[in-house]
């Protein structure tokens, strides 16, 4: 099937970063990032390991899935602060990565602009590529479903998991679609696919989280580790038992499951969190499974950070997980 030009809003940027020199020993991200273009939808080699498959970056800029559920706003002007933390890196990656640009939202057209991220998400999959999405408010996690549901991989019948680092279940029942409600949009399509959502979450804060969200994780048969139980060893095992019931994996990242003194841009700080080292730890483990199919990054709201604290962060844990 012939590929169609990627949909996206905002064409790749130059990314920029301290130079030091041209040579393989200085490089650093920003000198290593290349645009992705349509002529690369080719499929890569099957052969390739998935340690060494191509990385795509998209942003999807949005915060009308924040506004829509009561936050604050800010989160549309995370993908270029990622970016912007990302470029100075030492880069020490196996393979190559590109930037395939944003998709934006505008004017409350969410829902379009999930769409539009998702087709582009499937297409960079289909091609052989880890792709990434950079959100954007957690409404981000529904682009990303719509691009792995969509995936040769996942219409093939590889048993896709969901893994989310987050406070929150997201499984919101509201009017319209917001950053709170896409796991319940997934469980809701995965049905509709005669499937069953597979989700597990770590670092639910349990005070943070209403009994009938409670109720709803345990009537889809949510998998979850609450932030206080979130030890080292207690969250390798737990991602490892879910990790065995998978075949490809979607990795999501609300940053607010990090303490508010290491996350403090992010639309609703942790006053509990789970410890860095931590949630760290559990990238290295998905990265080594060679179960990643895609990952997202959520939440940053670079409007209220720190000294850049959380995209550089949020930069760090990207630059673990394509390591």
């Given at each position: 099937?012939?590929h169609?030009?990627?949909?996206?809003?905002?064409?790749?940027?130059?990314?920029?970063?301290?130079?030091?020199?041209?040579?393989?020993?200085?490089?650093?991200?920003?000198?290593a990032?290349?645009?992705?273009?349509?002529?690369?939808?080719?499929?890569?080699?099957?052969?390739?390991?998935?340690?060494?498959?191509?990385?795509?970056?998209?942003?999807?800029?949005?915060d009308?899935g924040?506004?829509?559920?009561?936050?604050?706003?800010?989160?549309a002007?995370?993908p270029?602060?990622?970016?912007?933390?990302?470029?100075?890196?030492a880069?020490?990656?196996?393979?190559?990565?590109?930037?395939a640009?944003?998709?934006?939202?505008?004017?409350?057209?969410?829902?379009a602009?999930?769409?539009?991220?998702?087709?582009?998400?499937?297409?960079m999959?289909?091609?052989?590529?880890?792709?990434v999405?950079?959100?954007?408010?957690?409404?981000?996690?529904?682009?990303?479903?719509l691009?792995?549901?969509?995936?040769?991989?996942?219409?093939?019948?590889?048993?896709?998991?969901?893994?989310?680092?987050?406070?929150?279940?997201?499984?919101?029942?509201?009017?319209?679609?917001?950053?709170?409600?896409?796991?319940?949009?997934?469980?809701?399509?995965?049905?509709?696919?005669?499937?069953?959502l597979?989700?597990?979450?770590?670092?639910?804060?349990?005070?943070?989280?209403?009994?009938v969200?409670?109720?709803?994780?345990?009537?889809?048969?949510?998998?979850?580790?609450l932030?206080?139980?979130?030890?080292?060893?207690?969250?390798?095992?737990?991602?490892?038992?879910?990790?065995?019931?998978?075949?490809?994996l979607?990795?999501?990242?609300?940053?607010?499951?990090?303490?508010?003194?290491?996350?403090p841009?992010?639309?609703?700080?942790?006053?509990?969190?789970?410890?860095?080292?931590?949630?760290?730890?559990?990238?290295?483990?998905?990265?080594?499974?060679?179960?990643?199919?895609?990952?997202?990054?959520?939440?940053?709201?670079?409007?209220?950070?720190?000294?850049?604290?959380?995209?550089?962060?949020?930069?760090?844990?990207?630059?673990?997980?394509?390591?």
């Open positions: 099937m012939p169609t030009a990627l949909i996206v809003d905002i064409p790749p940027l130059t990314w920029r970063g301290r130079f030091d020199g041209d040579g393989a020993e200085h490089r650093r991200w920003w000198q990032v290349t645009p992705y273009r349509h002529e690369m939808a080719a499929p890569q080699p099957k052969s390739l390991e998935p340690g060494r498959r191509p990385a795509v970056i998209l942003g999807f800029s949005s009308a924040v506004l829509r559920n009561k936050g604050r706003v800010g989160a002007a995370a270029g602060a990622i970016r912007a933390a990302l470029g100075p890196l880069f020490h990656l196996p393979r190559d990565v590109f930037d640009g944003d998709v934006t939202v505008k004017d409350n057209a969410l829902e602009g999930q769409a539009r991220a998702g087709l582009a998400v499937s297409e999959l289909d091609a052989g590529n880890l792709t999405l950079l959100g954007g408010g957690h409404e981000t996690a529904f682009a990303s479903y691009g792995v549901a969509g995936s040769e991989a996942v219409r093939g019948g590889k048993r896709l998991g969901v893994l989310n680092l987050d406070a929150h279940f997201d499984l919101r029942e509201a009017s319209e679609p917001s950053s709170g409600t896409p796991f319940l949009q997934m469980a809701r399509a995965e049905e509709s696919a005669e499937r069953t597979n989700y597990a979450v770590v670092g639910i804060s349990e005070p943070n989280n209403t009994r969200l409670f109720k709803t994780a345990e009537r889809l048969g949510v998998k979850y580790l932030d206080e139980d979130c030890t080292a060893e207690a969250t390798r095992q737990f991602v490892a038992g879910f990790l065995d019931t998978v075949d490809v979607y990795l999501t990242i609300d940053l607010d499951v990090l303490p508010a003194a290491v996350a841009g992010v639309s609703a700080p942790a006053a509990f969190g789970v410890p860095l080292p931590v949630i760290s730890a559990v990238c290295r483990q998905v990265a080594a499974s060679g179960k990643l199919l895609h990952l997202d990054v959520a939440e940053l709201n670079p409007k209220f950070d720190i000294d850049q604290r959380t995209a550089k962060v949020a930069a760090r844990l990207v630059n673990t997980l394509l390591g």
